[in-house]
C-alpha cells in the first residue's frame, strides 16, 4: 500500500518525458492488450466463471467481445482524432487560424466495480491509452479472480511504465483517492461516487462518474408482445439481473399485462429450461450480502414466476413479480437481481409521471411502434441513454456515447467519447504577423467605437 505514492511518482515521470504521447505507443499498446485478450481468453471466462459463475459465451458477448471490437473501433479512428480540429475565426481574429487541439491529461485512476469486472476495467483503458495518459487501474476486490487474474496479465503485456494495476478494497481506493491524479474514471454506486467527488475536490480533479440506478422499460400495447419480453428477458437475466442498465421493472399498458407476464414465463423456459438452476447458461449473485439482499426483495409482490432461492450457491431463480407496491423496498433501490417487477398504466402520461417522480436513470426502455409514443417518451423524460424496441444493446455501438445524467452520473465513454474525456480539448489561435490592425490598442475615438460595432 505505501508504494502506491510511488506508482504514481513514477508514471508522472513517464507522462512528463512525453513517452505515451505518440500515435505508435497507442496504437502499440492498444494491439498488446488486443493480444492479452486474444492469447488468454480461456483464462479471462474462467475467472469470469470463478467470480460470477456466468457462462463463457456471456462474457465472450458482454466482456471479451465488446472490448476487443472497442480496440478495433478506436485503431479505426485514433489518427484522425488526434489531429486538431480546425473551427471559424471570426473577422475581429483575421488574419488567423483556430483549431482544437486534444492533449493527454496525465495520469488518471480508473476504478472498477465487480458486475462487469474485465469490460469495466478495459473499456476506460482503451480511453485512457487512446488519449495518451498514463493509467492506475484498480479492479473490485469482490470479483477477486478476474482482479488476480488483471494484475497478472496486464504488466506482461502492457507498458509497465505506463499502466499499472493496484489490487485492493476500500482501503486502497481510500489511499489512492488521497493522491493527486489527473482524472478519476469511477464506476461504480452513487454512494461510493460520492466520496470519490469528494476525494478529487480537494485536488481539483476532473471526475467521469459511471454509476447505476433504476433504468425503466415502458411497454406499450402497440408493440410486438413476443419481441418484447423475449428482450426484456435477456437483458434482464443476463448476468442474473447484475448489469447497470439491465432493465429495472417494467411498466406496461394495463391491456397488455397479462400476455407480457405469460410472455416473459415463457422465455424463462425457453432460456433456462423448467429448472434454471441446472442451466448452465445462468449466472449467480456475487456474495452472500448481495444474495440476501436481492432474496429480501422476492416478497415485495406476487411470484408470477421463479422466486426460488438456494443460499448454498447464491442462486435466486429468474424471477417476475406483479402487484408490486411502488413503495416497496424492491421499486426504492437498485435490484441489480434477477427480480423484474411488473407494474401496469393506463395512458401513456402515466408511465412518464411515474419515470419522472424518480431520480433520473441511467437507461429508459420503450418498446411501442407509435412514433407519437416515441417522441413523447423521449421528449419529456431524461435519461442516460435510451433504445426504442430493444434494451441493453445501446452499449455496444461505438458511435454512443455511454454515460448518465443528473443521478445516474456524469461524463461519458466509449468511442470517441472515451478519447473525449481522457483528452483535455485545448485551444489554440495562429494569427499572423504580416499585418496588425489597430483598431483595438489605445488611444480609443468615436471612430474607433463605431468600427468596433460594425465587425462584433
Ligand atoms: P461500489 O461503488 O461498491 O464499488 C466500486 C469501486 O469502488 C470498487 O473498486 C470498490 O473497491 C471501490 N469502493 C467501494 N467502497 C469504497 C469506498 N468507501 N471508498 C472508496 N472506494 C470504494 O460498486 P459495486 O457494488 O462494485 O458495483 C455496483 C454498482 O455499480 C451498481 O450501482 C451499478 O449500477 C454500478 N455500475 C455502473 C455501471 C455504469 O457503467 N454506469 C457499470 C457497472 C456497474
Not at 417522441?375 to 423524460?381: A, K, N, P, S
Amino acid at each position: 500500500m505505501t508504494q502506491i505514492p510511488d506508482i504514481i511518482a513514477k508514471l508522472r515521470v513517464t507522462h512528463d518525458a512525453r513517452r505515451t504521447r505518440p500515435l505508435a505507443w497507442r496504437r502499440g499498446q492498444l494491439l498488446r492488450l488486443r493480444a492479452m485478450i486474444t492469447e488468454n481468453e480461456t483464462d479471462i471466462l474462467e475467472a469470469l466463471h470463478a467470480d460470477l459463475g456466468r457462462s463463457g459465451f456471456e462474457t465472450q458477448l458482454v466482456e471479451t467481445g465488446t472490448v476487443l471490437s472497442e480496440i478495433r473501433h478506436v485503431l479505426a479512428h485514433l489518427k484522425s482524432w488526434m489531429r486538431p480540429q480546425r473551427v471559424a475565426t471570426p473577422l475581429t481574429n483575421q488574419p488567423g487560424r483556430s483549431a482544437v487541439m486534444p492533449e493527454p491529461l496525465g495520469v488518471v485512476l480508473i476504478l472498477a466495480p465487480w458486475n462487469y469486472p474485465f469490460y469495466l476495467i478495459g473499456m476506460p483503458l482503451i480511453g485512457a491509452i487512446s488519449a495518451g495518459n498514463c493509467a492506475v487501474l484498480k479492479p473490485s476486490e469482490i470479483s477477486a479472480h478476474t482482479s488476480k487474474l488483471l494484475a497478472r496479465l496486464i504488466p506482461a503485456y502492457l507498458d509497465p511504465d505506463a499502466i499499472r494495476v493496484v489490487e485492493g478494497g476500500v482501503e486502497t481506493s481510500t489511499e489512492l483517492l488521497a493522491q493527486h491524479f489527473d482524472h478519476i474514471f469511477f464506476t461504480g454506486s452513487a454512494n461510493v461516487g460520492k466520496v470519490v467527488m469528494t476525494a478529487a475536490a480537494s485536488h481539483l480533479t476532473p471526475v467521469t462518474l459511471e454509476l447505476g440506478g433504476k433504468s425503466p422499460c415502458i411497454v406499450h400495447d402497440d408493440c410486438d408482445l413476443e419481441i418484447a419480453a423475449r428482450r426484456v428477458a435477456w437483458g434482464k437475466f443476463l448476468n442474473a439481473g447484475q448489469t447497470c442498465v439491465a432493465p429495472d421493472y417494467v411498466l406496461v399498458q394495463e391491456k397488455a399485462a397479462a400476455r407480457f407476464v405469460e410472455g416473459l414465463k415463457a422465455t424463462v423456459t425457453r432460456f433456462f429450461g423448467d429448472d434454471p438452476q441446472a442451466s448452465p447458461d445462468y449466472a449467480r449473485i456475487i456474495n452472500d450480502k448481495h444474495f440476501d439482499r436481492v432474496s429480501k426483495l422476492i416478497g415485495d409482490g406476487q411470484i408470477a414466476c421463479g422466486g426460488e432461492t438456494d443460499a448454498s450457491t447464491r442462486y435466486i431463480a429468474p424471477t417476475v413479480l406483479t402487484g408490486v407496491d411502488p413503495a416497496a423496498p424492491v421499486m426504492n433501490q437498485e435490484i441489480f437481481g434477477p427480480v423484474l417487477p411488473v407494474i401496469s398504466y393506463g395512458a401513456i402520461e402515466e408511465a412518464i409521471d411515474f419515470v419522472n417522480r424518480r431520480p433520473k436513470p441511467l437507461a429508459l426502455y420503450l418498446f411501442s411502434n407509435s412514433q407519437q409514443i416515441r417522441d413523447q417518451v423521449l421528449g419529456q423524460t431524461s435519461s442516460g441513454g435510451a433504445c426504442i424496441n430493444e434494451v441493453v444493446t445501446h452499449l455496444a455501438v461505438p458511435g454512443l456515447p455511454f454515460g448518465g445524467v443528473g443521478a445516474s452520473g456524469m461524463g461519458a465513454c466509449h468511442g470517441r467519447a472515451s478519447f473525449d474525456t481522457f483528452s483535455h480539448a485545448k485551444a489554440v489561435l495562429t494569427k499572423s504577423e504580416r499585418f496588425d490592425v489597430p483598431l483595438r490598442y489605445p488611444p480609443f475615438s468615436a471612430l474607433k467605437s463605431r468600427l468596433i460595432r460594425l465587425v462584433s
